[in-house]
Each structure stands twice: as C-alpha cells, then as structure tokens.
C-alpha cells in the first residue's frame, strides 16, 4: 500500500523530474528562442562574442539580431509577424516585419560561416525568405513554389548554407511579394570578410541602411499595398526624416556606409562635403581600378552600395536622396503650382463657405513649414525639421552626417549642433545694394524677330509679399 508520505516522496520525485526535463529542454532547444526588439532608437554596434572577430555595423534606427553558437553553426530565429513601427515621433505606421519591427534586424555574419536561420510564420498568410544576393544551394534560395514551399501561417522552416562570399546583402520575402514588400518586411545581411581582404578596407565606422516606401493617407495607419510609384513617404529603414538619426563621426574617421534598395525606383544617394567612393556592390567589392570620387550615388531597385569616405571636414553635413519629392513626407500630388497665382479675390468667396479655408502654395511651399494648418491624427509633416538656423524643410530620405573633432572613438551618440567656427557662416549682406545692369543686345538669337510685335498676352505677376494679407 503506498502511504501518504510514500506519496509525497513519489510526487516530488515526479515535480524534481518534470523540472529537470523542463531545464534540459531549454538548453538543448531545437530552435533558439527569438528575440524581439520595438524601439525605433539605433542600437549599439553588436560586438560577437562568439564565433571569428569583426567591427560590427550599425544599423540606422535599427539592430542586430543575436544569435546562438550550436556546434560551430550561427543559428538565428527570424519571427515574420506585423509590427507598429514609429516612422517618426508622433506618427506611427501598422507594418509587416520581423522580430517585432519594420525593417527587420539585421544579421552580420563572417564570410565562411555555417548559418541556420528558423524562420516562423506569425503573418496571416504564407511566406518565404530569400537571400537576396548570397552563394547557396538553389534549394535555400526561398522562392516560394519553385524552390520550396511556402510557410505556412505557424509553421516554421529551417534556412542552412555557408556566406560564401564578403559583403553586403538583404533579406526579403519571396511569396506575395507586392503586398509583403509595401508592408514593410525586408532587412539586412553583412557578411564581413574573415581575414584581411585585399579590396575591403577596415573602417572607424560602418553604416547600413535600408531604402523603403510606404504610401500611407494621412491620418491612417496602413501602407496602400497596390501603389506602384506615387508613394508618399520614402524612408530609410522604415524611418523618415525627421526620424532618422544622425551619423556621428570622429574627425578623420574613415567611414563606410551600405545601402540596399527595395523601393520600386531608384534613389540617388548625395553627401555634402566630402567624396566618396564607391567600394562594394551587390556583386561584393569593387576593383579598385573600378573607382571614382563621386558625391552622389545612384541605387537601382534590388541594388546594395557601399560608400566610403575619410571624413576630414568638421561640420553638419546634409547627407539625402537627390530626387527632391523623396525628401518630402504625405502629401497630395495633384496639386497645381499656385506660384505667383493672386487668388485674394476667391479665398474671400471660399472663406464665406469654408471659414478654415487657406491658400497653400502662392510664394512656393516653404510656407508650409511655417503655417499652423491642421493635420490629421498620426500624420507625419510635409516638410519640417528643426535646425539651429530654422525649419530644415526636409522629410523623407534625409539625414546629417555629424563629424566632430572631440567624438569620442567608437561613440555614436548624438554630439548636437556643431558650433561653427567665427565668420564661417553664410550671414545676411546689409552694404548698399546697386540696380544690376541688364543685358540689352537683341542680337545672338537663332530664330529671326518678327516683324511686328506681338500681341501681349495678358499675365499679371504678383510680387511676392512679406505677409499674407487679410485671408
Ligand atoms: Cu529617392
């Protein structure tokens, strides 16, 4: 007969097997467990602490997903899930993503490297991941139907190969890719070289970051997946300015920064102040009979670039894409320009009507930083951007590399304004100001005069005015 102290004995036999069954379950997890990141803030530069050395990246508003050592292989744990990313303070967008952002972290790995990556399925509908640029077998390469099938919502699938080959890469879905791409899921991948690599250079800091476009109504919070080109907020890493962080660097650093492309056009990438060149592609380094001083880049679609630069000029330099609606946030685009159009008479008429009613748009649109129009709830503003002298007038894919003298090595944070030296700022001329002679040759032109002169049309330009009056 068992007692009631053979029972107690027995169940806590039971209770310390259940523990160590549970213990041993945890160490030797098939899978690791995933790791989730929300806030918006660059993270520090991950330094491995297992595994082959390397000056690890820095990824814009972003991270670097841990990973486990299991009998020399990397194994990460990718989580496809939707995600509230902050694009900007006070503007929040309902996104698709990894491990609890949008992009997702970004892996750095050593050329040579054995990696496994557990990719589960938390979206409402299948996936894939495919390794956008990388040497594996075809049948890792994560094209959903052809290479395999696709994951199933809850399912979790195994990715294996070795990074064959130094550089930088990205990741994003191979399955609905229109719709899991507008929404946001792609991230980054590095894969450093293992030893001194004749054409990679070794740099103070390394940047990367992510090219996206969203096109969200203002005022709501999900991205229009059928838009094709008319986006409306064009980020980096899922972040618009004035959301992006700044690139702080030592005075003389030497400085390289990646970027990959998954927009659906191209983005020509511009730095102030310095040249750069371009070292690496989406094929890995470049040649260096290959390479010349540029400022600005230009990255197609599916595209990565790796610039690097020595930066010996202090200051705040503005560092943006080039195409100048890619530095704005939502807006309309069927505007017509108003530009010098008097519209007094038939805002007075609307203003009967609409009393909130306001002309936008007869000086250019730098009024628009200025006027306190209302916006919608969780709307991001068109062009704004506190800077020391003002309004900075940006949105979009903008950000300042901030090089200082006294930046600690290896320090990211954000040094502040720079403060420029005596007579070194541009300043408003208050001498006399003379009449400028015209140019009044008539000859020159390759089209003979006519004869008579035309009857003129009638065009009636306002000049522009220190106010707005009475509307
Ligand atoms: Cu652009």
Known sequence: MTSRRDF???ASIAGGAVAVSAVSRVALAALPDPVIQTSPDTMPPLVPNTGRAYNPVVTLNGWTLPWRMNNGVKEFHLVAEPVVREMAPGFKAHLWGYNGQSPGPTIEVVEGDRVRIFVTNKLPEHTSIHWHGQRLPSGMDGVAGLTQPAIQP???FVY??????PGTFMYHPHADEMTQMAMGMMGFWVTHPKAKHPLIDEVNRDFCFLLNAYDIDPGSYTPKIMTMLDFNLWSWNSRIFPGIDSLNVRLND????????LTMTNHPI???????LVTGTDGGPTPKSTRWYEVTTDVAVGQ????????DEEGDWAFHCHKSHHTMNAMGHNVPTLIGVDHRGIAKKINSLIPD??????????DMTEMEMPIPDN?????TGEGPFGSVEMGGMFSVLKVRRDQKSGDYSNPGWFKHPQGTVAHEYTGPLTEPARFKSEGGQSMPRAQKPLTPTEVKVRKPSSGHENH
Request: glycine content about 10%; hydrophobic content about 45%; charged content about 25%.
């Open 8 to 10: 107690f004995r027995l």
């Open 304 to 311: 990565m670039r790796q610039i690097e630069f020595l930066a």
């Open 160 to 165: 294996e190969f070795v990074a064959r080959r």
């Open 270 to 276: 511009h730095l102030h102040g310095h040249e750069f």
């Open 254 to 261: 030497k400085v390289r920064i990646r970027i990959g492309n």
């Open 379 to 383: 709307t991001a503003p068109m062009m």
């Open 154 to 156: 809850g399912k979790t």
């Open 357 to 366: 009613y306001m002309v936008m748009g007869e000086r250019g649109m730098a």
